[in-house]
T-cell receptor
Framework: EPEVTQTPSHQVTQMGQEVILRCVPI?????FYWYRQILGQKVEFLVS????????KSEIFDDQFSVERPDGSNFTLKIRSTKLEDSAMYFC???????FGSGTRLTVV | QKEVEQNSGPLSVPEGAIASLNCTYSDRVSQSFFWYRQYSGKSPELIMS????GDKEDGRFTAQLNKASQYVSLLIRDSQPSDSATYLC??????????????FGQGTILTVHP
């Protein structure tokens, strides 16, 4: 089982609603990443986070996305107004970005 | 656009055979290379990393890297039905003690039949 825990494992939301995906990374890791994988497609990089700020983001990571480390341990990805095309598996990764969490399946209806 | 290309397969091998998975990448400054295994509906699981030209062996797995040809491969010896999964190749420009985003290939579906 992955050492990086993500919650929830599955979330169903209505289009236009806000969702927050959570990740509890391996302790002492400083680098955090979010990736997503649309069903049947490649794993895609969204954003990297280091020292409490975004270090790099992809074209996918537009204004409807945000990341936070609210309490020094959890790491969150917020999608403000979900669209149907946001339906995907979302993975966080820590350390060198090489250990993936268990994933959250987001379904937008 | 930095690309990582894999044969999508499916690749089917009999139990006990060697499975050979291939990956090419377009960015010449790529420094670190990874193979992940992904079971359906699960997250990618890191199985091998390689940073230098040549071969790296870990149990039944051997990763091979040729930076001049921009090519990385994974050999699975004595394939088992439990090896049936999608294998993802990933690369990053980061190396040494630095870290960076991973760029993934589309994955190769491997089926090992008894």
């Amino acid at each position: 089982e992955p050492e990086v825990t993500q919650t929830p494992s599955h979330q169903v939301t209505q289009m236009g609603q806000e969702v927050i995906l959570r990740c509890v990374p391996i302790s002492n890791h400083l680098y955090f990443y979010w990736y997503r994988q649309i069903l049947g497609q490649k794993v895609e990089f969204l954003v990297s986070f280091y020292n409490n700020e975004i270090s790099e983001k992809s074209e996918i990571f537009d204004d409807q996305f945000s990341v936070e480390r609210p309490d020094g341990s959890n790491f969150t990805l917020k999608i403000r107004s979900t669209k149907l095309e946001d339906s995907a598996m979302y993975f966080c990764a820590t350390g060198g970005g090489y250990t993936f969490g268990s994933g959250t399946r987001l379904t937008v209806v | 656009q930095k690309e990582v290309e894999q044969n999508s397969g499916p690749l089917s091998v009999p139990e006990g055979a060697i499975a050979s998975l291939n990956c090419t990448y377009s960015d010449r400054v790529s420094q670190s290379f990874f193979w992940y295994r992904q079971y359906s509906g699960k997250s990618p699981e890191l199985i091998m990393s390689i940073y230098s030209n040549g071969d790296k062996e870990d149990g039944r797995f051997t990763a091979q890297l040729n930076k001049a040809s921009q090519y990385v491969s994974l050999l699975i010896r004595d394939s088992q039905p439990s090896d049936s999964a999608t294998y993802l190749c990933a690369v990053t420009n980061a190396g040494g003690t630095s870290y960076g985003k991973l760029t993934f290939g589309q994955g190769t579906i491997l089926t090992v039949h008894p």
